[in-house]
Structure formats: structure tokens, C-alpha cells
């Protein structure tokens, strides 16, 4: 119904329609190329961050320069060209998290108006190997209820968080909005067009006193930059991407590209 709903509204204010229902990274590579090459304004249609997240990753893999054809004109503080803007269209009742966190429209009436007038606001993209995160990542937190804490390095800009050598409860990477595990807050406020990574990692501490049982609390360590990193010490580190679980079992980096990606909106 959101997609009718928005799709009529398109035509009302005089636009052509085309639905295109995407099931491979080929699909979405065809609808791409056409909003590239400024054939057509795109509104992606998504119940969750990660199926915006898989359009903007296509769309770097297909605009991104390879380091040997960098063009001169590319800022020095990005690997990729400015992406085509899109809109979002929530599949309601469900509503991609990253609407909220960057003040989207989310009724289909006024995404159709946000395309049809053509504004466009430029965010920060994080950038990591092989794909990208606009929302935020959580390390570590909890399996379902059972808790996944986490062993690794990990480091923003020439910060170390933590060493490796210590059980961390979470730890967050966030691009918009906030992030917290279990009501503790990790990143209050992450700005999504100031250039920078917020990072935070929840350590629990054991605070021994005299004559009275000893205690864990939490601290929380936080950091903002350019670029941050996780190196696992002690297995795998569980990883919710943009909503997309995953293992991180190696070394990963993540960047940040300033305005990098776009979408239509107020």
C-alpha cells in the first residue's frame, strides 16, 4: 500500500512510474546506472536500514574510482564521487530506524513531494572493505538474551579505546542518530554531516571495597574522528551492520566520506 500510495502521488504531480521490484545486487546494479546517468530519480522502497544500505553499497561499487583513475577533481578527504540522491519510502507499519535519525519524511505523500521538488541533503557515508554503513554498528551486545561480549583493539583516528586485553560488553560506530545496548547509552548524538565517526566502547569495571562486597560497573569510553578500527584478540566479534549480523574475525576499518551520499528531503 505505501508503494501505490506513493506512486500515485508521483503521478499526480506529473511524474512517469516505474516499479521495479530488485532481487539480486544485478537488479539493483540496472536501476543504478539509469539515476546515474540522470535518467531518473530513485525512492527505494524499505522496511529496515539494510536494504537502503544495499542500494548505496551498489551504488559505490559502480561509481567509485579505482585508486589508479582517481580524477582530480575528487576532494582529497573522499575515495568516491558525490552519489545520485534517493528517497526513502518506509513499508509501514515498519519504518527504517535510519528515517528517524535523519529527520526523513516517512508518510507516502510527502517522500512523493520531497522527490518531485528535487531538494537534496548530503550526508556522511562510513566507508568500510567491500561496503558501506549509514546508519550505525553495534559490536558485541547481545544474541537474542543471551549477552556476546567482546575481545579486540579498537582504535579511532590515533585513539586506543581499548587494547584488546580487556572484555568489552559493546561497542558502537555511529554515523546518525544514537546508539545504546540494554538502556545504556553509547553514542548520545552521532551528527551525520560533520565528517566524523562517533565510537564508544561499554567496559565493565570490578570495584573492590573494604569491608563491603565488590561491585561491577560499566564505563564507557568514547571517541570521535576520521577513521576507526576493530581488531578481534579472542575469536570472533559479533557485528549488527546497518542491521546486518555478521562475524568480524579479522582486522576492519572504517572511514568517513563527508556528503558522500544523499537523499531528497526537507
Not at 80 to 92: I, K, N, Y
Not at 104 to 128: E, S
Not at 144 to 169: F, K, M, Y
Amino acid at each position: 500500500m505505501p508503494v501505490l500510495a506513493c506512486a500515485d502521488a508521483l503521478r499526480e504531480g506529473g511524474a512517469t512510474v516505474e516499479l521495479v521490484t530488485a532481487g539480486s545486487d544485478a537488479d539493483i546494479d540496472v536501476v543504478v546506472k539509469r539515476v546515474a546517468a540522470g535518467e531518473a530519480r530513485l525512492v527505494v522502497a524499505a522496511a529496515t536500514d539494510a536494504e537502503v544500505r544495499a542500494v548505496v553499497r551498489r551504488a559505490v561499487r559502480l561509481l567509485a574510482p579505482p585508486p589508479s583513475k582517481r580524477p582530480d577533481d575528487l576532494p582529497a578527504n573522499r575515495t568516491v564521487p558525490d552519489l545520485p540522491p534517493l528517497a526513502v519510502l518506509p513499508l509501514a507499519p515498519a519504518v527504517p530506524p535510519l528515517c528517524t535519525a535523519l529527520g526523513l519524511p516517512t508518510a507516502p505523500p510527502d517522500v512523493a513531494m520531497a522527490t518531485l521538488d528535487g531538494r537534496v541533503r548530503r550526508w556522511d557515508l562510513l566507508r568500510t572493505e567491500g561496503s558501506v554503513t549509514l546508519h550505525s554498528v553495534l559490536l558485541g551486545g547481545f544474541d537474542g538474551s543471551t549477552p556476546a561480549p567482546l575481545q579486540a583493539r579498537i582504535e579511532v583516528d590515533d585513539t586506543v579505546l581499548t587494547d584488546g586485553s580487556e572484555i568489552v560488553l559493546a561497542a558502537a560506530i555511529a554515523n546518525a542518530g544514537s546508539s545504546d545496548v540494554d538502556g545504556l547509552p553509547l553514542v548520545p548524538r552521532a551528527t551525520s554531516d560533520d565528517g566524523l565517526v562517533e565510537v564508544a566502547v561499554a567496559v565493565p569495571q570490578l570495584r573492590r571495597r573494604l569491608l563491603r562486597t565488590a561491585d561491577v560497573r560499566v564505563e564507557v569510553r568514547r571517541a570521535r574522528g576520521r577513521a576507526m578500527s576493530v581488531a578481534p584478540t579472542a575469536g570472533a566479534v559479533r557485528s549488527v551492520d546497518d542491521g546486518v549480523v555478521g562475524p568480524i574475525t579479522r582486522k576492519r576499518s572504517w572511514w568517513t566520506e563527508p556528503g558522500a551520499w544523499a537523499t531528497y528531503g526537507p
